[in-house]
């Protein structure tokens, strides 16, 4: 059986609702959430753990229409990550900053439509969209002239009914990495920034260039821990194809997705050789954190000369993971990153970074506690992306009517 549903513009169907552009004397510490760039993650979902604010006051009638809800569509208008989308999950009034869109479906199911403007093919139609190569950029206007197929709301219903199963156990998933990864942090401040380590009663403190520290640990630079950028292919390199790994398929924490290319195809940038346990920075504007670690990559994985590389050598890879991804070693790179336009940091400036070296027993049994929950973090990942791939594989089967939606009750 094969069916061919009307089509019609995402806008028919949809107010698409840019953010609005805030003073830059309206951000505050505490107050209104506001939902940026940075917080579309890049895996289907909006990472509100940390948000800036605008005071409560500036909740006027006229920015009513920028409020956030639980189970709203946005899109990434503008950079790396334009195109990308995430539903809202929230018990709290947000505001939508500029270049952020809200997709509200006003004459369509929203399960529906976030099941189209969700999957690869449409998240590729809006990066595609946006135009200039040094920042990509689109509007409201280019947003809502998408064509989207528009079967009749029961079928729209009985489809996203279907696929919202998928999406629970993705969200399940996702809640479950959150938890983890909770703990794992949670530990390394615990042991190696507030010191209440096993056995830390009976260790005394003495003097650092970093404060009081326990007794027996170092201060080191990061080049004596970890080989930064340790090796790349090149021109001669014998390989016939490579999974690629761009600086816009890295959100905080993840690696979303690889491109393989025949090598002769591959772009210029990939070059970066990676391997299990490897850390992935991205050294183009420190503070948006694209960083990642790398777990049991297919042969041949490469990366972007976007990224540096850290590999670590004296330390287990998940202290190496959580010692770069604090909030002070963000600063560190924030504050030494060069260039107005595209703010940078280089291989040195890893090398150089200062980092606490605890006990060589101490750092095992972190190691010990920690790859576990790395290695567990990696399958709910993998288990993520095949879900993603089931699902977006049964869109268009659902879609086309190869699957009949009409006898599946409503």
Same mark, same amino acid.
């Given at each position: 059986?094969?069916?061919?549903?009307?089509?019609?513009?995402?806008?028919?169907?949809?107010?698409?609702?840019?953010?609005?552009?805030?003073?830059?004397?309206?951000?505050?510490?505490?107050?209104?959430?506001?939902?940026?760039?940075?917080?579309?993650?890049?895996?289907? =979902?909006?990472?509100?753990?940390?948000?800036?604010?605008?005071?409560?006051?500036?909740?006027?009638?006229?920015?009513?229409?920028? $409020?956030?809800?639980?189970?709203?569509?946005? #899109?990434?208008?503008?950079?790396?990550?334009?195109?990308?989308?995430?539903?809202?999950?929230?018990?709290?009034?947000?505001?939508?900053?500029? +270049?952020?869109?809200?997709?509200?479906? $006003?004459?369509?199911?929203?399960?529906?439509?976030?099941?189209?403007?969700?999957?690869?093919?449409?998240?590729?139609?809006?990066?595609?969209?946006?135009?200039?190569?040094?920042?990509?950029?689109?509007?409201?206007?280019?947003?809502?002239?998408?064509?989207? @197929?528009?079967?009749?709301?029961?079928?729209?219903? +009985?489809?996203?009914?279907?696929?919202?199963?998928?999406?629970?156990?993705?969200?399940?998933?996702?809640?479950?990495?959150?938890?983890?990864?909770?703990?794992?942090?949670?530990?390394?401040?615990?042991?190696?920034?507030?010191?209440?380590?096993?056995?830390?009663?009976? $260790?005394?403190?003495? @003097?650092?260039?970093?404060?009081?520290?326990?007794?027996?640990?170092?201060?080191?630079?990061? =080049?004596?821990?970890?080989? #930064?950028?340790?090796?790349?292919?090149?021109? *001669?390199?014998?390989?016939?194809?490579?999974?690629?790994?761009?600086? =816009? =398929?890295?959100?905080?924490?993840?690696?979303?997705?690889?491109? &393989?290319?025949?090598?002769?195809?591959? @772009?210029? +940038?990939?070059?970066?050789?990676?391997?299990?346990?490897?850390?992935?920075?991205?050294?183009?504007?420190?503070? +948006?954190?694209?960083?990642?670690? #790398?777990?049991?990559?297919?042969?041949?994985?490469?990366?972007?000369?976007?990224?540096? #590389?850290? %590999?670590?050598?004296?330390?287990?890879? %998940?202290?190496?993971?959580?010692?770069?991804?604090?909030?002070?070693?963000?600063?560190?790179?924030?504050?030494?990153?060069?260039?107005?336009?595209?703010?940078?940091?280089?291989?040195?400036?890893?090398?150089?970074?200062?980092?606490?070296?605890?006990?060589?027993?101490?750092?095992?049994?972190?190691?010990?506690?920690?790859?576990?929950?790395?290695?567990?973090?990696? &399958?709910?990942? *993998?288990?993520?992306?095949?879900?993603? *791939?089931?699902?977006?594989?049964? !869109?268009?089967? !659902?879609?086309?009517?190869?699957?009949?939606?009409?006898?599946?009750?409503?």
């Amino acid at each position: 059986m094969s069916t061919t549903w009307n089509t019609g513009r995402l806008g028919d169907v949809c107010r698409v609702v840019p953010g609005y552009a805030f003073k830059s004397s309206d951000w505050q510490a505490d107050g209104i959430p506001v939902v940026k760039i940075k917080n579309i993650t890049g895996n289907n =979902s909006v990472d509100l753990a940390t948000t800036d604010c605008v005071p409560q006051g500036l909740l006027t009638p006229k920015l009513q229409k920028f $409020v956030v809800k639980d189970g709203d569509i946005l #899109v990434a208008m503008t950079g790396a990550t334009a195109g990308k989308v995430g539903k809202v999950r929230t018990n709290r009034p947000l505001l939508l900053n500029q +270049r952020v869109a809200k997709i509200a479906p $006003v004459d369509a199911d929203p399960d529906f439509i976030w099941a189209i403007v969700s999957s690869q093919e449409y998240q590729e139609r809006f990066f595609y969209l946006a135009d200039g190569a040094a920042q990509p950029n689109m509007s409201g206007g280019q947003i809502e002239g998408v064509e989207v @197929p528009l079967p009749p709301l029961p079928v729209q219903r +009985r489809i996203a009914g279907i696929l919202t199963a998928y999406d629970e156990l993705i969200e399940n998933s996702q809640r479950r990495i959150k938890i983890l990864d909770s703990m794992a942090r949670a530990l390394y401040r615990e042991w190696f920034v507030h010191f209440r380590f096993p056995g830390h009663e009976s $260790v005394p403190r003495v @003097p650092s260039p970093l404060g009081e520290i326990p007794q027996g640990w170092e201060v080191k630079k990061l =080049s004596a821990v970890a080989e #930064v950028n340790r090796s790349q292919i090149n021109a *001669r390199s014998a390989l016939e194809a490579l999974h690629y790994i761009e600086i =816009s =398929s890295v959100s905080p924490g993840q690696i979303d997705s690889t491109t &393989t290319y025949a090598f002769a195809d591959a @772009p210029g +940038r990939a070059r970066r050789i990676v391997q299990h346990g490897d850390m992935l920075w991205s050294c183009v504007r420190p503070n +948006r954190r694209s960083y990642a670690q #790398v777990m049991h990559p297919a042969p041949d994985t490469i990366a972007s000369t976007g990224f540096a #590389v850290l %590999t670590a050598t004296k330390v287990p890879f %998940t202290f190496l993971f959580f010692a770069t991804t604090t909030d002070d070693f963000v600063a560190y790179l924030t504050n030494n990153a060069t260039g107005a336009a595209y703010p940078a940091v280089t291989a040195p400036t890893f090398e150089k970074a200062d980092l606490l070296v605890p006990s060589v027993a101490l750092l095992k049994k972190f190691g010990d506690v920690t790859i576990p929950i790395a290695e567990e973090i990696h &399958t709910l990942q *993998r288990q993520i992306q095949n879900l993603r *791939r089931t699902r977006d594989l049964l !869109l268009p089967r !659902l879609l086309s009517g190869q699957i009949d939606v009409e006898a599946i009750p409503s």
